[in-house]
């Protein structure tokens, strides 16, 4: 199974920018795939997360800036990201569940230890 993020850069406060998780080895129809982001000395957090049939939720300082999506035809999870901050600067990371708690209880979907697989990263640097 493999997990590749790609679509990370360096941008100015206030563009957008789209990261993309393609994923390879399993079939997400089942799968709740999240975005985590990890900045420098901060613990990993869930920015937003998606379940199997396309219930979602979001890092509260990120709603209604970012929009977490997934075509399964493409077995791929998207992040759109806009209005960055500079305080969004960290390194992405896909990951996918199938746990049952993290598809039906969404809460579950915050913490990265039900998740199966994950992403190496894709950095992304918001410059004021």
């Known amino acids: 199974v493999q997990l590749q993020a790609s679509g990370g850069g360096q941008v100015q406060a206030g563009d957008s920018l789209r990261v993309s998780c393609a994923i390879q080895g399993l079939i997400i129809n089942r799968y709740a795939l999240g975005w985590f982001r990890q900045a420098p000395g901060k613990e990993r957090e869930l920015v937003a997360s998606?379940?199997?049939?396309?219930?979602?939720k979001y890092l509260s300082s990120v709603k209604g800036r970012f929009t977490i999506s997934r075509d399964n035809a493409k077995n791929t999870v998207y992040l759109q990201m806009n209005s960055l901050k500079p305080e969004d600067t960290a390194v992405y990371y896909c990951?996918?569940?199938?746990?049952?708690?993290?598809?039906?209880?969404?809460?579950?979907?915050?913490?990265?230890?039900?998740?199966?697989?994950w992403g190496q990263g894709t950095l992304v640097t918001v410059s004021s």
């Open positions: 990951a996918a569940s199938n746990s049952g708690a993290v598809n039906t209880i969404l809460v579950m979907s915050t913490y990265p230890r039900y998740y199966n697989y």
């Open positions: 998606i379940n199997w049939i396309g219930r979602t």
